[in-house]
């Protein structure tokens, strides 16, 4: 079995810092990320950048056919004013147009790495709840003891 790897890298200026778009396509997968590099770099910063730090980049790999699909698995009674929101969404993004496939990509990773902290900030805060509810419960049990 043989699979094609390729990688690009791609150095623009979006009008504030220069940045790197890391593309890396593996057989039928695709992933892209982003890198600031701040100033304009030179070619000896872009090669060392490569070097060093290609092989720690997070691409967010997925199959070609994922980057279309929504990540709502659900499918059950949904909240009608969702429904219309999301179809409002989907068809301003039809007007603006697609964008490129990278642009697609990072839109993917980003909206997956928001879902990932905002789980993690649900679980803190669950734990600090729980913490909380425990000490109340212990002063409490503390508070009648002996009586």
């Known amino acids: 079995m043989q699979v094609n790897t390729s990688s690009t ?3 623009l200026h979006d009008g504030q810092f220069w940045v790197g778009i890391c593309e890396q396509r593996d057989g039928s997968r ?12 030179k ?9 060093r730090h290609w092989d720690r980049l997070d691409f967010r ?5 994922d980057a279309a699909e929504n990540g709502s698995a659900s499918v059950g ?3 009608p004013k969702r429904a219309q ?7 301003e993004a039809a007007r603006r147009g697609v964008g490129t496939k990278a642009q697609q990509a990072l839109s993917a990773a980003y909206e997956e790495r ?16 729980r913490r909380a509810f425990e000490l109340r419960t ?9 009586h």
């Open 138 to 146: 212990l002063k409490r049990k503390r508070k009648h003891r002996g």
């Open 9 to 11: 890298l791609t150095v």
């Open 43 to 51: 070619d000896e910063e872009v090669l060392a950048f490569v070097c």
């Open 77 to 79: 009674a949904r909240n």
């Open 85 to 91: 929101r999301e179809a409002r969404k989907t068809l």
């Open 114 to 129: 928001k879902d990932e902290r905002r789980s993690n900030a649900r679980e803190l805060r669950e734990a600090e709840e």
């Open 61 to 65: 790999m997925r199959d070609e056919g």
């Open 30 to 41: 695709y992933g892209a990320c982003r890198f600031v590099f701040g100033p304009e770099p």
